[in-house]
């Protein structure tokens, strides 16, 4: 376990996230673009690696996006 401070990094990371929105295309007051966006301020803001970005992001998908994303034979693991 890694630690910032005296706290596990993991908990940082989980109360950060929420910051984040879920995304669905056919719901979200956000384009991709913008939610996108978000994800990238988010990133500078709390320092996440690359890692720790796409799991935020993954876990935000919502609807026909989380359909698309876990229906990919494959995809890149990186954000960049």
Sequence with gaps: V???GDRPLHIYIS???DCLPEF???SSTLSAEQWVT???QLRAVNQWDEITTIYNMQSKL???AKKWYHGLQ???M???
């Design 78 to 80: 990186t954000w960049s």
């Design 24 to 26: 669905s295309p056919e």
């Design 15 to 17: 109360t950060r996230s």
């Design 38 to 40: 978000k994800i990238d």
């Design 2 to 4: 890694q630690y910032l």
């Design 62 to 64: 919502t609807g026909i």
């Design 74 to 76: 494959s995809y890149n």
